[in-house]
């Protein structure tokens, strides 16, 4: 018999929202002319603006203390109120101990130590995994009335060539709560994994990775095609009622480079084409557009067909500038901070857009190795909750439009050279960072030294 008394968790979801990111920042058309390639390539063909830099000052641990920090001061949360925290990651900075428990010093200072969860690693997806479990704790017996926190994102560095301007950094922090202004939809998701080489670190004496480009694009479309069919069902399944694009009001994409979010979120739109049997169908509305492709459908032909890419971009141009654009300011202005790049979309979409009520934000989360999933939110103007009252509240307390302006530029030169410490000390034993802290904003930690027993040390500015 279950307990009557047992507490229920209703429309769970985001309460509040922060970010940390560096304050200095490299410009990406300084970086071509920097790197001596066309005017544009990175601007144009990535779909960048600017990219976060950091030198060996910080690390995904001071950058996890800090989003933490910002969140919980703003938005005036008692650290008591925290029941689970959980940090989504592609970073190692122990092979045994935890970013998670790095962040309990801030806790303990107010006596909390009763709090689950701990990390969660995958390129790109560790932060999409630790929500997913946040949400299901609240949502479980086990939970007990507190609220979670889900701390993700990294610092992506890239060596020397033309994966180096898709680098980015960013550390997001979501408050999960019942009674949400942006809800969870329950039961909707789409998942897909594999074993697959696109991207991975096998060599712990560096940060770079190992990338091959051309596969991981492929897989990022395989894994978004399969995705999208699975929520499509799911969805079906639940409401009894045909999915499309025209039931989805926003879109949140992984992004690695916006690019990419751009022939991605089109290419759901000849998913639709294909999945509603349009091939077969002469009267299909999207037929004039797609009927050319009735014959490779959604398979491997159709990933680096450029006619196809044509196409899905015409199609989706219009829906793209309105549902979608409004989600690119973080990652066009920080670039790819890896498994906080689908949250920094989301706390764009916030900050930009102010009425969401009754709106469906389709995410699509996906990370390398692989493993990618869709699933959605819901604005929700009913929730009624006075501490956290709107999407609109999130956006506004965030206030990233005027963090970003506040941030200062540097040369590519210097960006290099912020580059060399982190290749130089990244193996070193006991070292004392070589970078300047004048970057580092007031009240916020920053690595001070690693001592002898390897033991990592963080001060607050």
Known sequence: MMESNRLQAQNVGILAMEIYFPSTYVSQSELETFDGIPEGKYTKGLGQTNMACVGDREDIVSMALNSVTLLMSKNNVPYTKIGRMEVGTETIIDKSKSIKTHLMSLFQEHGNTSIEGIDTFNACYGGTSALFNSVQWMESSYWDGRYALVITGDIAVYAKGPARPTGGAGVVAILVGPNAPLVMEQGLRGTHMENVYDFYKPDGKSEYPYVDGKLSIECYFRALDICYANYKAAFERKHNT????????????????????????????????????????????????????????????????????????????????????????????????????????????????????????????????????????????????????????????????????????????????????????????????????????????????????????????
């Open 242 to 461: 045909p999915f499309s694009m025209d039931n989805v009001d926003y879109s949140v994409l992984h992004s690695p480079f916006g690019r990419l979010v751009q022939k991605s979120f089109g290419r759901m739109y000849f998913n639709d084409y294909v999945l509603a049997g349009g091939p077969a169908d002469p009267n299909h509305r999207m037929k004039s557009h797609f009927q050319e492709f009735d014959s490779i459908g959604l398979g491997k032909e159709s990933y680096a067909n450029p006619k196809l890419e044509q196409a899905v971009l015409k199609i989706s141009e219009q829906d793209y500038n309105s549902k979608v654009a409004p989600a690119s300011t973080l990652p066009k202005e920080l670039g790819n901070c890896y498994s906080g790049s689908v949250y920094a979309g989301i706390l764009s979409l916030l900050t930009n857009v102010e009425q969401l009520d009754n709106k469906r934000i389709l995410i699509f989360s996906y990370g390398s190795g692989l493993a990618a999933s869709f699933f959605s939110f819901r604005g929700n103007g009913a929730a009624q909750n006075p501490d956290f009252p709107s999407t609109t509240n999130i956006g506004k307390i965030a206030n990233i439009t005027q963090r970003l302006a506040d941030r200062t530029k540097i040369t590519p030169e210097e960006f290099t050279k912020k580059l060399q410490y982190r290749e130089d000390n990244c193996t070193k034993s006991a070292y004392t960072p070589a970078d300047t802290t004048d970057g580092i904003a007031a009240g916020h930690y920053y690595l001070d030294r690693v001592d002898d027993k390897l033991i990592r040390h963080y001060s607050k500015k």
